[in-house]
């Protein structure tokens, strides 16, 4: 399944700007963007965007019958492992959709579904704290160089993501 790619230097949210896609009639797609001023996180929360950090939401058709947390689950498996593959430090999942380093969140993943057009919709949005993060109250937090010493450049990331997700996701996307 190939993805639209919508790229933007700056912007409110990646997972807004699919919603728009989706309304406009892009059926599959992944915005990317160097700068996030308004991301969200689960429940209402805002989602910190430091700049340097990746940013990025992935939207496709859905069958109705497939579970959200299925979907969910399985996302952060797919991100989990991307992230294994260049950092040999232990990655650990914290229900529903947080990813953690020495229990310390490094990324967060939003998943919204919609319906347009009497189709189902899900939004996969995806902040990871490559080289920053932010200082939240009662929450610790890392970024990936803190943590392993490992600075990687969010283009060759991106790629990884979008090719994984690309071959990944065909058992829960709709062929339209």
Same mark, same amino acid.
């Given at each position: 399944?190939?993805?639209?790619k919508f790229?933007? /230097? $700056? *912007?409110?949210?990646? =997972?807004?700007?699919a !919603?728009? +896609? #989706?309304?406009?009639? %892009?059926?599959?797609?992944?915005?990317?963007?160097?700068?996030?001023k308004?991301?969200?996180?689960q429940?209402?929360?805002?989602w910190?965007?430091?700049?340097?950090?990746?940013?990025?939401?992935?939207?496709?058709?859905?069958d109705?019958?497939?579970?959200? /947390? $299925? *979907?969910?689950?399985? =996302?952060?498996?797919? !991100?989990? +492992? #991307?992230?294994?593959? %260049?950092f040999?430090?232990?990655?650990?999942i914290?229900?529903?959709n947080?990813l953690?380093i020495?229990?310390?969140k490094?990324?967060?993943?939003?998943?919204?579904?919609?319906?347009?057009n009497?189709?189902?919709?899900i939004?996969?949005?995806?902040g990871?704290?490559? *080289?920053?993060?932010?200082?939240?109250?009662?929450?610790?937090?890392?970024?990936?160089l803190?943590?392993?010493?490992i600075k990687i450049?969010?283009?060759?990331?991106?790629?990884i993501?979008?090719?994984?997700f690309?071959?990944?996701?065909?058992?829960f996307?709709?062929?339209?």
């Amino acid at each position: 399944m190939q993805f639209k790619k919508f790229f933007y /230097k $700056k *912007i409110n949210s990646t =997972n807004d700007i699919a !919603i728009q +896609k #989706i309304q406009k009639g %892009f059926c599959r797609g992944l915005v990317f963007a160097i700068e996030q001023k308004k991301g969200r996180g689960q429940y209402g929360k805002k989602w910190i965007s430091l700049k340097g950090n990746l940013f990025l939401s992935v939207f496709f058709v859905i069958d109705n019958k497939i579970s959200s /947390k $299925k *979907i969910t689950y399985f =996302n952060c498996q797919i !991100i989990k +492992k #991307i992230l294994s593959k %260049f950092f040999k430090t232990k990655i650990t999942i914290k229900f529903p959709n947080d990813l953690l380093i020495n229990n310390k969140k490094v990324c967060g993943i939003l998943q919204e579904t919609i319906i347009n057009n009497g189709k189902k919709y899900i939004i996969i949005g995806i902040g990871i704290n490559l *080289i920053k993060n932010p200082i939240i109250k009662n929450y610790p937090t890392t970024n990936l160089l803190k943590e392993t010493g490992i600075k990687i450049t969010k283009l060759k990331l991106l790629k990884i993501i979008i090719n994984d997700f690309e071959k990944n996701l065909k058992k829960f996307a709709l062929n339209v």
